[in-house]
């Protein structure tokens, strides 16, 4: 079965720091890895997603993650964060192939807090 | 364009009574998914659906039932809520195959509170 974890609840950090926001995965072959954010109130944002090609993968409002395939994981970071960053983080797999769209599988969520 | 949109965006139901969420997609998105959030429990799937007249169960289908009788519409039905429905609702759609079809765009969401 697959499976998304993120390992923290929260993760605090003081604005201009850096922001990571950790995730690892369970899935069989090369799945597709996601990010998205929820601001108060607000539906899931798409941040970022990995299909194929560079480890490294850039998104929305400076944000990039890093996928590792030896360990399974999918980090979020940001090398200046902001007050405004602050909202919930969830990382989404999915496997890959035709007959998977219901099969998108998100992990439990990591609150950001960012302090001025 | 306004993207994904759900109504209503709050209700108070009691329990045994039923409500249909109705989500709405301008996009000509090829499927669409019905969530709910929990607290520390991420987004579970309830139904989804691959086209227009076609749905299909999720991870946590029981006490629900969908429709799509338009493509650009996904009505999400509780026949008989129960207090363990109370959660938030999410509606998403994504483009068809070959067109991004991995990537799924969010509505706003339903709070629905079950007495």
């Known amino acids: 079965a697959q499976s998304v974890a993120q390992p923290e609840d929260q993760v605090n950090v003081a604005e201009g720091n850096p922001l990571t926001v950790k995730c690892t995965y369970s899935v069989s072959g090369n799945p597709y890895l996601f990010w998205y954010v929820q601001y108060p109130n607000r539906g899931l944002q798409f941040l970022l997603k990995y299909i194929t090609g560079d480890n490294l993968v850039k998104g929305s409002y400076g944000f990039e993650a890093e996928f590792n395939k030896s360990q399974t994981s999918f980090h979020l970071k940001k090398p200046s964060a902001l007050v405004s960053d602050s909202a919930l983080y969830f990382c989404a797999v999915r496997p890959r192939g035709t007959d998977s769209w219901g099969k998108l599988q998100f992990g439990a969520g990591t609150q950001v807090v960012v302090t001025p | 364009n306004a993207g994904v949109t759900q109504t209503p965006k709050f209700r108070v139901l009691k329990t045994g009574q039923s409500m249909t969420l109705l989500c709405a997609q301008d996009?000509?998105?090829?499927?669409m998914y019905w969530y709910r959030q929990d607290p520390g429990m991420g987004l579970r799937l309830i139904h989804y659906?691959?086209?227009?007249?076609?749905?299909a169960k999720g991870e946590v289908p029981d006490g629900y039932n969908v429709s799509r009788l338009k493509k650009q519409n996904f009505l999400l039905g509780l026949e008989s809520a129960a207090p363990s429905q109370t959660s938030v609702y999410f509606c998403?759609?994504?483009?068809?195959?070959?067109?991004?079809?991995?990537?799924?765009?969010f509505g706003p969401g339903t709070r629905l509170l079950v007495l």
């Open positions: 659906s691959v086209g227009e007249g076609t749905t």
């Open positions: 996009m000509n998105h090829e499927y």
């Open positions: 998403a759609s994504s483009p068809g195959v070959g067109q991004g079809e991995e990537t799924q765009y």
